[in-house]
């Protein structure tokens, strides 16, 4: 017998349906937050004038830890 799984996500803000996962980093944090197609809208219209002034940063490679025996 077959299992089948349905996941539905719901707008963090007001548990509505969600149409998609918004994914923002702050100081260092990334977050992600479920929201319906007006509260998605709604934060890329805010943070529109920061994105605009701000410049990409290119993800930074890890130090490989050596290992001494």
Known sequence: MAT???VTLH?????TYAEET??????GTAYEID???PHAKELREV???FV???RTIKP???ARRRLTS
């Open 60 to 62: 930074t490679r890890r």
């Open 35 to 37: 929201l319906n197609g």
């Open 47 to 49: 943070l529109r004038p």
């Open 22 to 27: 918004v994914s923002f980093s702050v100081d």
């Open 4 to 6: 089948r799984r349905i």
């Open 11 to 15: 707008d963090d803000l007001d548990g």
């Open 52 to 54: 605009a002034a701000a």
